[in-house]
């Protein structure tokens, strides 16, 4: 009697075991269809956060764990150049966070393997059928290449610059 019950508890462990491993999985990417993936480049950029202040981002902006993971790293490093833009970087996303008119998420997406963060990316965009938001000119291509929709932080940029006419006086203020 004490070898049956005892194997049922450890049946009832290890389903037990196995349907919180399940979630877990579960809970380790959420990507709603149609999201925007951010990229490493396009929130040190930090356009990004003045496109998402005027509200015409509708899709929840979603940060993988590997981007920030990336910008820590580059934080860390000794050139002052990069460092700074990664600091910035790791701000903007709080930034974003504090903002009403978008929905932020960070996502544990994994490890990253030998293809990097991009690759990492460009998988999770196109298994969840999000966007991917870049400045990024080699990972634009890519994305493109194999189906991927891509907002290019620096077309949007030049798309929305005004227009001028040649003969025109434009007045520049310093500052």
């Known amino acids: 009697m004490e070898i049956i019950t005892l194997v049922i508890l450890i049946a009832i462990a290890i389903e037990t075991s196995f349907l919180a491993y399940m979630k877990i999985k579960q809970r380790t990417l959420k990507v709603a269809r149609g999201s925007l993936l951010l990229d490493t480049s396009s929130i040190m950029d930090g356009r990004i956060v003045d496109v998402a202040k005027t509200g015409i981002i ?5 940060v993988p764990r590997s981007v920030i993971n990336e910008m820590q790293l580059l934080a860390d490093k000794a050139d002052h ?12 996303i709080r930034e974003l966070q504090k903002m009403d008119t978008v929905s932020v998420a960070i996502v544990n997406d994994g490890r990253v393997g030998s293809g990097g963060v991009d690759e990492r990316l460009l998988e999770k965009a196109k298994n969840y059928d999000a966007s991917i938001a870049t400045t990024d000119f080699n990972l634009n291509k890519v994305a493109k290449v194999v189906g991927i929709t891509v907002v290019n932080v ?3 940029a030049q798309i929305l610059r005004a227009q001028r006419m040649p003969g025109e006086t434009v007045e520049i203020q310093l500052i």
Do not use: M, P, S
Request: overall charge positive; charged content about 45%; cysteine-free.
């Open 58 to 62: 509708t899709a929840e902006l979603i």
């Open 81 to 92: 150049d990069k460092r700074t833009r990664a600091r910035r970087g790791l701000e903007n």
């Open 154 to 156: 620096n077309e949007l």
